[in-house]
C-alpha cells in the first residue's frame, strides 16, 4: 500500500510516519517513487500505538520493545530452520 493508503489505515498523521520512519521503526520497501508498505508494516504501526497510547511506553522503551521483538522473530526462525533440516547421516 502506498504512504497516503498506509497512513489512513494505521490512523496516523504525516509527521508521526516521519518520526517513526526517522526512527527506523518502520522499514517499508522504497520504490522510485514513494515507499510501498505492507500488511506487517501495517500490524507493526498498530503495535506501536497500542504500545504508546494503550500502554504508556515512551519512545525509548518503544525502540527498545520493538529490538527485542524482532530479535524472538529472528530466533524463532533460525529454529524453524534448523527444526526442518534433515539430520546429517
Known sequence: MNRLEFMHRAQIDQQ???IW???EWLLPNEMVTD???SE???ARAIFILDLK???GVN???V???LHLVDQV???RRLLGGLLTQKPAA
Open 40 to 42: 506487517v508494516d501495517l
Open 59 to 61: 519512545d525509548d522503551g
Open 35 to 37: 515507499m510501498e508498505f
Open 73 to 75: 522473530h529472528g530466533l
Open 21 to 23: 520512519l526517522r526512527e
Open 63 to 65: 525502540g527498545v520493545i
Open 53 to 55: 497510547e494503550r500502554l
Open 16 to 18: 508521526t510516519l516521519e
